[in-house]
């Protein structure tokens, strides 16, 4: 049976240090599946900071939008955990390439593809890393206020479909589901 995992919280919260934590602790084949671009020397480091915290011990795959292809790929390789890092990034990436009208559908497909997993009795367990940001200011333009509100419906519909939902905050771990 697949077991599904979702980490949120805020930037530099230690979420994506919790999913390794806990991929760390299964034995088997790991995959890890990233979803952020290269896009400037700040988040490029980040990128490298977290490929180096990872080490040799995960199969990469990154994919900035076809998240639902990625995951495929994973599940048919009997793969025995899948980190997805992250939601966050995904969102943001459809948004500005795909438009806001494309976002649903995408997150449909995500969720079509766990399911499929589920019903071909897949019995992997999937950590999905996904940021929390909402409990800011409401943002000052409408972009930033589009991104805000299809994130939040996405961690909505993923929360709702996953067995486990942590909350991490200052290096903490809260399990609210």
């Not at 290269?38 to 980040?46: A, I």
């Not at 599940?75 to 969102?91: A, E, G, N, P, Q």
């Amino acid at each position: 049976m697949l077991k599904k995992i979702l980490i949120t919280g805020g930037q530099a919260s230690g979420k994506s240090s919790m999913a390794l934590k806990l991929a760390d602790d299964i034995t088997g084949e790991r995959v890890f599946i990233a979803t952020s671009r290269y896009l400037d020397g700040e988040l490029n480091q980040k990128i490298e900071n977290h490929k180096k915290e990872r080490g040799n011990r995960y199969d990469t795959i990154e994919e900035p939008l076809e998240l639902h292809e990625a995951l495929k790929k994973a599940v048919l390789k009997k793969t025995d955990v899948i980190i997805i890092d992250c939601i966050t990034m995904w969102i943001s990436n459809l948004l500005i390439e795909k438009g806001e009208s494309k976002i649903e559908s995408y997150v449909d497909k995500y969720l079509s593809v766990i399911n499929l997993a589920q019903r071909n009795e897949f019995s992997g367990t999937l950590i999905t890393v996904t940021n929390e940001c909402g409990l800011g200011v409401i943002p000052a333009n409408e972009l930033s206020r589009k991104y805000v509100k299809h994130l939040g419906r996405t961690n909505k519909k993923i929360a709702a479909a996953y067995d486990d939902v942590y909350l991490t905050c200052c290096g903490l771990e809260i399990r609210i589901k």
